[in-house]
């Protein structure tokens, strides 16, 4: 598996669904040079089958940033790991962590947790077919299969196939039940538990996921683990990121000002809307810039159209 430098996942963004395309991407990279992006969920198949040029396209500007996969069959995902070669991508993580139906209905996601030694089937298929670094994204459980005793186990099966990139989400995952917006909330997160997994794989990677709203609490996190990743928080609220090249990187430039990052957003929109791409698409990733500043609404406001010119003026008009 190709070398990752020590601080390659230092902070990372979420995968979430429907959010972090390839726009909001663009988007949060102004804010950071270093911190780690992830793709929403592609499924194998999905990629196999259906327009795979739609699914792996991305900006070169997003660079670091990783490709998430969803898929338990490693035919399939050695298919979809050759597919995507040719795109570059920095990284291909394997979702072995999200709850819903869907999901569960194409057994994959967090399901596959309880057949640890098929995740490690596709994690061996998967480097088999790639030339950067596979890694997992899991839960600390599922189910009533959530002691510290399973997640060791879980871990430690995969850790002896060769895996040595873990993304731990902190709580465990009610499989039915609840929706996925419920098993990102009412599970108690167990930070404690993804701690000791560092200690007792030291020479892993261990990147935790879960819960993390302030930089104070990723400092903290960063005592313990090798990463933190962060998710709806920097997507509501992207400005939180404004500083962290100087704060976790050692970054000596400074931070672009938010009226510096609309300047960049409106000749990226411009560029993107001539391809045919609708307004909406792009500028729904942005409505957080001023979150929790005096005419933020506002500025939402001046967003939410989708006629392309009409919408630039406004936006030079917020500027």
């Known amino acids: 598996m190709p070398e990752l430098s020590n601080d390659s996942h230092r902070f990372c963004i979420a995968p979430m669904l429907d959010w972090t395309d390839r726009h909001a991407r663009f988007f949060l990279r102004l804010f950071s040079k270093h911190i780690r992006l992830y793709t929403e969920m592609v499924t194998a198949n999905a990629i196999n089958f259906g327009d795979s040029e739609r699914f792996l396209h991305f900006n070169k500007e997003e660079h670091p940033v990783a490709l998430q996969l969803g898929g338990s069959d490693p035919e399939a995902l050695i298919t979809a790991c050759t597919t995507a070669q040719p795109y570059h991508y920095d990284e291909i993580n394997l979702n072995v962590g999200c709850p819903s139906d869907r999901v569960q209905s194409g057994r994959f996601g967090a399901c596959l947790m309880l057949d640890p030694k098929r995740v490690a089937e596709c994690y061996q298929a998967m480097v088999s077919a790639s030339n950067v670094p596979i890694s997992i994204k899991c839960r600390i459980g599922v189910d009533e299969q959530d002691s510290e005793a399973f997640l060791h186990t879980f871990?430690?099966?995969?850790?002896?196939?060769?895996?040595?990139?873990?993304?731990?989400?902190?709580?465990?995952?009610?499989?039915?039940?609840?929706?996925?917006?419920?098993?990102?909330?009412?599970?108690?997160?167990?930070?404690?538990?993804?701690?000791?997994?560092?200690?007792?794989?030291?020479?892993?990677?261990?990147?935790?996921?879960?819960?993390?709203?302030?930089?104070?609490?990723?400092?903290?996190?960063?005592?313990?683990?090798?990463?933190?990743?962060?998710?709806?928080?920097?997507?509501?609220?992207?400005?939180?990121?404004?500083?962290?090249?100087?704060?976790?990187?050692?970054?000596?430039?400074?931070?672009?000002?938010?009226?510096?990052?609309?300047?960049?957003?409106?000749?990226?929109?411009?560029?993107?809307?001539?391809?045919?791409?609708?307004?909406?698409?792009?500028?729904?990733?942005?409505?957080?810039?001023?979150?929790?500043?005096?005419?933020?609404?506002?500025?939402?406001?001046?967003?939410?159209?989708?006629?392309?010119?009409?919408?630039?003026?406004?936006?030079?008009?917020?500027?």
């Not at 009412?186 to 538990?193: A, S, V």
């Not at 819960?211 to 104070?216: E, I, N, S």
């Open 155 to 319: 871990i430690d099966t995969l850790y002896q196939a060769g895996c040595r990139i873990f993304i731990i989400h902190a709580r465990k995952a009610w499989l039915n039940g609840l929706s996925p917006k419920q098993n990102r909330e009412i599970p108690p997160l167990h930070y404690d538990r993804v701690y000791r997994i560092k200690a007792q794989f030291p020479d892993a990677k261990i990147v935790i996921n879960g819960g993390v709203t302030t930089m104070d609490a990723t400092r903290a996190h960063l005592t313990q683990c090798d990463g933190v990743m962060m998710g709806r928080e920097a997507y509501h609220n992207p400005y939180i990121l404004s500083n962290i090249d100087q704060t976790l990187f050692n970054e000596t430039s400074p931070a672009l000002t938010r009226e510096e990052i609309l300047k960049k957003m409106v000749i990226y929109i411009e560029q993107e809307c001539q391809k045919g791409v609708k307004l909406n698409h792009i500028t729904r990733h942005m409505l957080g810039l001023y979150h929790g500043l005096p005419g933020a609404r506002q500025f939402r406001r001046q967003l939410s159209g989708s006629n392309i010119q009409a919408g630039l003026d406004e936006i030079r008009k917020a500027l």
